[in-house]
């Protein structure tokens, strides 16, 4: 069983040598140097991750974490906690818009029961419950730190036998009614950002529940009192079961060398988590869109992503990170299939 610290001392830097000859292979392409723009940059990252220059990505993943949230009870979410157990069936069934996306991009779904307040049985099911929803944090702790560990842990070994598997490419998705209000309250706690600008309308709640919903991270923060130089003693107090899952599977994919997209608000909270934890993780990271969600700029300014499509969406579940493999397929495709100024006997200078 392995300790957090074990689990970032796994990771390490970019090869270096790879992504040389990632670059002198897309400058010996029959285009003007750099003009591919973040084609160019994603094929350079996939190299210095994978430590080959043209790597088999063809096995992709989005692991779906579902999470009940304790908050609920407040009144932050335009929606009834009982969804969060519905739309596991319906990510199991195939029928939501993760599925769908996933499908037409040739990727896997897996869907984890981490902390679903509800006794669920379904074969397609990854099981790794560690506790049925957080408490509330508007009025104590989310969790334990050895059930925020266990969270952790359940994902990079999750992402450890799936990367066994031969699957390179990861996204993160989720599931959990409420979860945009740990997110945020995380980010209030890692950056001191005013909660006014971390709190957003989630699911669709109106400017007068926002405001309540900014005086609930504004509790949360002032009851749990988190120590935000020790990162895990935030995600333990203000964060979801999901969230620690996606820090795990964020930390696993780096351990093994896997890409590793990440999605909209609530991922962006992860992956803020995960950059805290492990520096070098940051490396392994791809970021996808940018999320209508108020706050996910400055989530991922603050994690030191960069949102490659801007598709005004705001649904989580990995929608956004699976649309974004479909661009890392096409770097691929233009390192392996593109002609080179020599094959294609065009000047070059
Ligand atoms: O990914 C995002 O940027 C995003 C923004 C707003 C809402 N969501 C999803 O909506 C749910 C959380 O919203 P809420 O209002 O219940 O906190 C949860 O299931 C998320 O997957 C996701
Ligand atoms: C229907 C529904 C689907 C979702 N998928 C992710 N978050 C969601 C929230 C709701 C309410």
């Known amino acids: 069983m392995l300790t957090i610290e074990q689990?970032?001392?796994?990771?390490?830097?970019?090869?270096?040598?790879?992504?040389?000859?990632?670059?002198?292979?897309?400058d010996s392409l029959t285009k003007p140097p750099g003009s591919l723009g973040k084609l160019e940059d994603l094929a350079k990252q996939a190299a210095g991750i994978t430590g080959e220059v043209t790597p088999d990505l063809s096995r992709k993943a989005v692991i779906v974490m579902a999470?009940?949230?304790?908050?609920?009870?407040?009144?932050?979410s335009a929606f009834p906690a009982e969804v969060t157990p519905q739309?596991?069936?319906?990510?199991?069934?195939?029928?939501?818009?993760?599925?769908?996306?996933?499908?037409?991009?040739?990727?896997?779904?897996?869907?984890?029961?981490i902390g679903v307040?509800?006794?669920?049985?379904?074969?397609?099911?990854?099981?790794?419950?560690?506790r049925r929803g957080t408490g509330n944090i508007a009025r104590g702790p989310a969790m334990t730190r050895?059930?925020?560990?266990?969270?952790?842990?359940?994902?990079?070994?999750?992402?450890?036998?799936?990367?066994?598997?031969?699957?390179?490419?990861?996204?993160?998705?989720e599931m959990g009614i409420g979860n945009t209000t740990p997110s945020a309250a995380m980010m209030v706690a890692l950056t001191g950002l005013d909660p006014d600008l971390a709190v957003g309308a989630g699911t669709g709640i109106d400017e007068a529940r926002r405001r309540h919903k900014v005086d609930v991270v504004r509790r949360a923060v002032d009851v749990n009192a988190p120590d935000?130089?020790?990162?895990?003693?935030v995600l333990a107090k203000l964060g979801g079961l999901e969230i620690a899952g996606l820090v795990g599977v964020i930390l696993g994919a780096a351990a093994h060398r896997c890409l590793v997209v990440v999605d909209g608000f609530i991922s962006s909270a992860a992956a803020l988590v995960?950059?805290?934890?492990?520096?070098?993780?940051?490396?392994?990271?791809?970021?996808?869109h940018l999320s209508m969600e108020q706050g996910h700029a400055r989530l991922m300014e603050a994690t030191g992503l960069n949102p490659v499509l801007h598709m005004d969406m705001r649904l989580g579940e990995g929608t956004g990170a699976v649309l974004t493999f479909h661009l890392i397929e096409?770097?691929?495709?233009?390192?392996?299939?593109?002609?080179t100024f020599e094959s294609a006997g065009v000047s070059n200078k």
């Open 117 to 130: 307040n509800a006794e669920l049985e379904h074969p397609g099911l990854e099981q790794r419950k560690i």
């Open 274 to 288: 995960a950059v805290r934890l492990a520096p070098l993780a940051l490396g392994y990271m791809v970021g996808s």
């Open 146 to 173: 050895a059930e925020a560990e266990a969270a952790v842990r359940a994902g990079f070994d999750l992402v450890a036998e799936q990367a066994a598997q031969g699957v390179r490419v990861f996204a993160t998705g």
């Open 67 to 76: 999470g009940d949230h304790g908050v609920c009870e407040e009144g932050v």
């Open 7 to 26: 689990m970032v001392e796994r990771i390490q830097p970019l090869d270096a040598e790879a992504m040389e000859g990632a670059q002198r292979r897309l």
């Open 228 to 233: 935000a130089s020790d990162t895990m003693d």
């Open 87 to 113: 739309m596991v069936l319906n990510f199991l069934t195939g029928g939501a818009a993760v599925n769908v996306l996933a499908r037409q991009a040739g990727a896997d779904v897996i869907c984890v029961d």
């Open 330 to 339: 096409a770097s691929q495709r233009i390192l392996k299939e593109m002609a």
